[in-house]
């Protein structure tokens, strides 16, 4: 047979030495029942269950054998974990299978604006236009290269043909010139926003909360733009499917310490105290403190995070049952 060439539906980030999955672990599958199943998905699988998912979908693995010169099966996964908030595992699932193609290349700059890497996906698309029939995206990273004069041409024309919505036209405008932004109104938002929709109106100085938008928009909290309630409720998000290290969760609860009360600063306290409490090895705040933590990141089902940023040192304490509240 003639060796075919590559398909990106055959990349992964997980060899099977790390994985246990053989390459052959679509073998007996077809395309269509695969990107069924991955629409499917629960949402809210079990702790297990997701790190499954995450290991399935990140797998190094031959491509379905019906798959084509496509990438529908590789999308389906990319737009699995997005789902999910994995927004940098995808991203480097994209890279690691050669985005700068049309039919990789929207996918990878949604992904690059939401981590705030978008620098190299624009470099990309200055250089090869043809890789988005989005005049949008073109516009943007046109200026995004420095190129303000040719994006300013290209902007006259997208609007001349109709080429644009009129929010992006209305945030295009204003993101190419900054001083239009005192003389015309901010268009209002809708509940679907575009990644790249969602950078403008943070461009112009609108920027939109993520907490009721899909979670992989969570990540965009997390470039340091954003105030420190605003990451930790993203952490939380992220967290939650394991898309984000519980970690890094901790270390947002633990960088200084809570100016108000209520909510999330509860959480924050209560994250707090018991983690003093566990450094001064002290057994009597650690029994005090445990309960109000639990039932603190209980309530944000967090519980499977808890358990790994806390159960070692715990046990290292040697509790008694009557000492964990």
């Known amino acids: 047979m003639p060796i075919s060439p590559a398909t990106p539906n055959a990349a992964g980030l997980l060899p099977s030495s790390t994985t246990g999955l053989p390459r052959t672990l679509w073998s007996a599958s077809k395309t269509d029942d695969l990107l069924r199943q991955l629409t499917n998905l629960s949402h809210k699988p079990l702790p ?6 995450y290991t399935v979908l990140l797998a190094e693995a031959d491509a379905p054998p019906d798959t084509d010169n ?5 999308i389906a996964r990319i737009q699995s974990l997005t789902r999910f908030g994995a927004v940098e595992p995808a991203r480097a699932l994209l890279e690691h299978a050669g985005p700068a193609h049309p039919m990789l290349f929207d996918q990878w700059l949604d992904l690059s604006l939401l981590s705030g890497a978008e620098d190299k996906a624009c470099r990309a698309l200055r250089d090869q236009p043809a890789l988005s029939d989005h005049y949008a995206s073109r516009i943007f990273c046109t200026a995004r290269a420095g190129d303000w004069p040719t994006a300013a041409l290209t902007y006259d024309t997208a609007v001349a ?6 929010t992006q036209a209305a945030l295009l405008a204003q993101f190419l010139d900054p001083e239009a932004i005192a003389d015309t109104d901010i268009p209002a938002s809708s509940q679907t926003l575009s990644p790249l929709v969602f950078r403008l109106y943070e461009s112009v100085g609108s920027p939109r909360p993520t907490r009721h938008l899909p979670r992989a928009f969570a990540m965009a909290d ?7 309630k605003a990451e930790i409720e993203a952490a939380e998000r992220l967290t939650q499917t394991g898309a984000l290290p519980a970690t890094h969760l901790l270390g947002l609860y633990t960088a200084r310490r809570p100016a ?7 959480r924050v306290r209560a994250i707090q105290s018991l983690d003093n409490a566990l450094k001064e090895k002290n057994l009597s705040k650690t029994s005090e403190t ?4 639990w039932n603190a990141m209980k309530s944000q089902s967090l519980e499977v995070a808890f358990a790994q940023l806390f159960a070692p040192r715990l046990h290292q304490l ?8």
Do not use: C, H, K, M
Request: zero cysteines; a negative charge.
């Open 260 to 266: 108000a009360s209520g909510g999330v600063w509860e």
């Open 70 to 74: 496509g990438a529908r099966f590789l």
């Open 48 to 53: 297990a269950i997701q790190a499954l998912y």
């Open 318 to 325: 040697n509790l008694q049952p009557s000492e964990q509240g």
């Open 222 to 228: 997390l470039r340091g733009t954003s105030g420190w």
């Open 161 to 166: 043909l109709d080429y644009l919505t009129p």
């Open 290 to 293: 445990l309960p109000v933590a």
